[in-house]
């Protein structure tokens, strides 16, 4: 049986989903960068899906592929300690979507008006090439607006992330857990805040990072980042010591 293979975008707060879970699950697994626009042929090859919306992360495995960050999840999770009923992960990880999906329109806009930012948001193999460089990720991002776009204009996109946000700081008042120990529902909701602010180590181009931030909001709703931080740290030490094996301290 050969190990699984995560397609994935590094940045990707949804990629980042499926690589904190099948951490956490000690799910040991090969990765490949995917490039949003150019790769698709061959991703609808590999699914053979060839018409409707494909996505990543997918994980190709021997009994083959599976297609949605919360699938991966399912997969790596389901039966421990961090996925302890599928209804109310569900629900948490419809939070984390509804964020993302908002930011998502919100950043990709944004960096679409700062050629700087929209260089330095294209892989290192396409980014030296001049003006083939700029023309390619001006139709990424054009590809990602038409694709998963959000119509609303910035300023009211920014008011519906705030109403989520204000909903997630209201159950996180009196607990560190949104289901009383750490789940799944903690590590997909801490990725939905990439857009508020990204984390310091997803992989963002320092001339793009301002645009994955939206200043009132991350100044108003400080204490769920610093909550979001200390989620992926404790799931960062609670992966390492999955890898360890058991009795390792
Ligand atoms: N519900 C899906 C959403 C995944 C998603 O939106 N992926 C985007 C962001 S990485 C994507 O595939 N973008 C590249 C493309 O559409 O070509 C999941 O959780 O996996």
Known sequence: ????????????????????????????????????????????????????????????????????????????????????EDAALVAWNGWSERMLELGRTRTTRQVLSDPDALLASLPAALSGLGPLSTLLARAAARYLLRKYGVA???????????ALLDQLAGV???????????????????????????????????????????????TRYAPLLAWRDRVLATCAAAARATAAGPGAT
């Open 1 to 84: 049986m050969s190990e699984p293979l995560l397609v994935q975008v590094g940045y990707s707060p949804w990629s980042l989903k499926a690589r904190l879970a099948l951490a956490l699950g000690g799910l040991q697994h090969r990765r490949m960068e995917y490039l949003p626009m150019l790769r698709e042929p061959w991703l609808r090859w590999r699914l053979r899906r060839f018409t409707g919306r494909v996505t990543v992360p997918v994980l190709l495995t021997d009994q083959g592929a599976v297609g949605d960050s919360f699938d991966i999840a399912r997969l790596a999770l389901a039966g421990g300690p961090y996925w302890p």
């Open 152 to 162: 609303e204009d910035q300023a009211t996109l920014e008011a519906r992330m705030d």
């Open 172 to 218: 996180l008042a009196d607990q560190e857990y949104l289901l009383g120990r750490l789940s799944y529902a903690d590590l997909s909701a801490a990725a939905g805040l990439c857009f508020v602010s990204p984390p310091a180590d997803l992989p963002i181009s320092p001339l793009a990072r301002p645009h994955w931030t939206v200043p009132t909001l991350a």
